[in-house]
């Protein structure tokens, strides 16, 4: 599993909810951070609302969880529970981040001034993939870009440029 980096203590998550069968009940959602020996540290549940499309969830940071320490790795999960008492029946999508220190080149007086565009351009010219999936699907949600489409062809993830960009979800 490739190693994606942020510059965020409590970065944005995003993964693709796929359609339920028809007749079932929107699924619970598990999101689960760990570090790199297994031991949890954050974890919450919560509903899903059935709606296919690509997703995104925020560590909060009221919490209590003090975010991701800089240079440290973490594999991160999504499981849809489609069978509460079968898990061998969830969905999962998983991961692999790691904070790293801002690069000059993106300290907040470079980006001063700039455009979010801009600003995602930069952060993905610096290899600060999850940083600028969250920038440009925020502005996806508002006005469709080319950006979006380019950036998810370049990962391999051409079937998922057309689906819908659903609101973040909370917890």
Known sequence: MPLGVTIKS?????????????????????????????????????????????????LPESSGFQGLELNKS?????????????????????????????????????????SAIERAELLSRAGIWY????????LQRNQPLPQWASILQAVELRDLVNQPLLNPLSF
């Open 74 to 114: 973490y594999i991160w999960s999504v499981a849809i529970i489609c069978q509460r008492n079968d898990r061998s029946k969830d969905i999962v999508a998983d991961g692999l981040i790691q904070r790293v220190a801002t690069p000059p080149e993106l300290s907040p007086r470079v980006l001063q001034g700039m």
């Open 131 to 138: 940083d600028t999936v969250a920038l440009l699907a925020q």
């Open 10 to 58: 409590h970065p944005n998550f995003s993964f693709y909810l796929p359609a339920m069968p028809e007749g079932l009940p929107p699924p619970l959602i598990e999101f689960v951070l760990r570090d790199l020996a297994g031991n949890d540290i954050y974890l919450t549940r919560f509903n899903g609302d059935g709606r296919s499309g690509i997703a995104s969830i925020s």
